[in-house]
């Protein structure tokens, strides 16, 4: 009973999240907004039971990657968006098509013969259970994507980098005889 | 314990750590003042109360009756909640820590902590890097150079510094095996030769405690890592323009925070609260309560020591050591632990 209440109420506080992220015109408030989805996402790990994973999206998603979003947004200071009058084609094919795919949605869960609904507790999610899993059956893919986030800190690098490290200019007195050579090609 | 007592049972210790936890930070305040002001060879406050001991109820009468200013370009929605979320989120980590063991009052039997939790020292952490939000949106919905700057200093440099103390305090968790912070204080009890305590500083970390300790300054945002708190550099920096009891909660979640590192390091590298224990029954139940307080108290003795006697770092020091020195050595303090355990076991 108690466990049905939070999930009611940890889920309405996802979908509002998420409808108000749609719904206001700064940026900012969008990233706040956000940030309640993320909270509200962890405690939806912790009623099925993955302590684990809720706190790491605490601390993950909630706590660095929304902090990023936050840095960019006041950094390029991103002002109020402006609203636009809508557009004929969300009219006549985005809302329809929503419905539509929502009511088929709803018809594959509910003619699910085993029941939609997993029991509280379900995911075992002991950090000890989840450590054995990322270092025997998950190893390679867990050391895969520490050098896929590699890759990006090494982008971030050059990109951030002077611009004449990236591309390295003549010294005077080659510039000199590269355009010397180019004259006497051309004359 | 039915669901009923365990509500009232749950609701007490909330009040009674919340009442307690505030009480000790206005009363932090004065230590600090009076701490300071004897390294400095002066008297602290002297005049209100015996030995200046009712200055922090003349603080929080002069925070209430302050004039409350909206400067009038701010962001007005997040202006208001930046100090609301810094003071949440430093009052909530509250309620993972530990005091003592398990008491019975009367038929009830409760451990002395609010809840305990097995991922209780990822929740600090998760509490610790969400504490980034109340400094970032108080910069920038202040709408001032000085408080924008101050802001982007002091979330970079706590960012930094985060993922030293979370590694520093891995090779805690590989001696203990569990996230519980009952249990790593429960894996330091007794001793060896019956005088050296079973401690974790004495376990190996002592590296690690030194870099548990230095990270935890610098995300507290203390001396010698408070540049972007300093007067003489940013005014105020992300707190500039904040005045009466909006300051004062920024003021409040700073130091709710030192206590919850103080907390943090007693429980985890110097055995929490045991200590030799004697005499009646009534005597045993208190007698780790008063170990844990003077641990705690040593910390924050030592935070306002640190205060008054270092230099502060310039900000590309302070970045350059958080990146370049500790993380290497946490790194290495990992894995050096990792390999002891798995040779030994």
Redesign the interface.
């Known amino acids: 009973m108690l466990h049905l209440l939070l999930f009611l109420v940890f889920g309405a506080l996802c979908i509002g999240g998420a409808i108000n992220l749609l719904a206001q015109k700064h940026p900012?408030?969008s990233a706040l907004s956000l940030?309640v989805v993320m909270g509200a996402l962890a405690g939806e790990y912790l009623l099925l039971g993955a302590?684990?994973v809720a706190?790491?999206q605490?601390?993950i998603y909630?706590?660095?990657v929304m902090?990023l979003f936050?840095?960019v947004i006041?950094?390029l200071n991103a002002g109020v968006e402006e609203h636009t009058r809508g557009s004929r084609v969300a009219w006549l094919l985005g809302i329809p098509g929503m419905i539509a795919v929502g009511l088929m949605v709803a018809w594959v869960l509910a003619r699910n013969p085993a029941g939609i609904s997993v029991p509280l507790g379900a995911l075992y999610g002991?950090?000890k259970v989840i450590g054995r899993l990322l270092f025997r059956e998950f190893l390679l893919p867990f050391e895969v994507t520490s050098i896929l986030i590699l890759i990006a800190i090494m982008g971030a690098v050059v990109l951030a980098s002077p611009e004449h490290r990236r591309f390295p200019q003549p010294e005077p007195e080659e510039e000199r005889e590269l355009v010397a050579a180019g004259d006497r090609r051309g004359a | 314990m039915g669901i009923g007592t365990y509500i009232i049972v749950s609701l007490v210790k909330i009040v009674v750590a919340l009442v307690v936890l505030l009480t000790a930070v206005a009363y932090i305040v004065l230590l600090e003042r009076k701490l300071v002001g004897r390294i400095q060879n002066r008297w602290g406050p002297t005049r209100v109360g015996p030995f200046g001991l009712l200055q922090p109820l003349a603080d929080g009468a002069k925070f209430l009756l302050k004039e409350d200013l909206t400067p009038p370009y701010v962001?007005k929605?997040?202006y208001l909640a930046a100090p609301m979320i810094a003071l949440v989120f430093a009052l909530t980590s509250i309620a993972v820590i530990p005091i003592g063991n398990w008491v019975s009052v009367g038929p009830v039997n409760t451990p002395l902590q609010i809840t305990d939790?097995?991922?209780g020292l990822?929740?600090l952490?998760?509490i610790t890097?969400?504490g980034?939000?109340g400094v970032?949106?108080a910069g920038?919905s202040s709408n001032s150079k000085y408080s924008?700057l101050g802001s982007?200093r002091a979330?970079a440099q706590m960012?930094s510094y985060e993922v030293s103390l979370g590694l520093a305090l891995i090779g805690v968790l590989i001696l203990a095996g569990s996230?519980s912070l009952r249990d790593i204080v429960d894996s330091q009890a007794g001793t060896w030769w019956r005088w050296l305590p079973k401690w974790n500083l004495f376990k190996g970390q002592f590296v690690a405690f030194f870099i548990y300790l230095t990270a935890a300054y610098a995300e507290t945002n203390r001396v010698p890592f408070d540049l972007p708190e300093a007067e003489t550099e940013l005014v105020a920096g992300y707190h500039t323009e904040y005045s009466a009891m909006k300051f004062a909660m920024f003021f409040m979640a700073e130091y709710a925070n030192m206590v919850t590192v103080a907390c943090l390091a007693s429980l985890l590298f110097l055995g929490g609260w045991h200590g030799p224990v004697f005499g009646p029954n009534w005597l045993r139940e208190v007698l780790p309560i008063f170990w844990f307080v003077v641990r705690v108290f040593f910390f924050i003795f030592l935070y306002i020591w640190v205060r008054g006697t270092l230099p502060r770092f310039r900000y590309d020091q302070l970045m350059a050591f958080g990146w370049k020195v500790l993380l290497p050595l946490a790194i290495a303090n990992l894995v050096i632990t990792a390999v002891v355990v798995a040779l030994r076991s």
Do not use: D, K, T
Request: glycine share 4%; no cysteine.
């Open positions: 900012i408030s940030i302590e684990f706190v790491i605490v601390i909630a706590g660095a902090v936050i840095f006041m950094l002991s950090p | 962001y929605p997040l939790l097995n991922v990822l929740i952490l998760g890097s969400m980034v939000y970032a949106l920038w924008l982007l979330s960012v996230f």
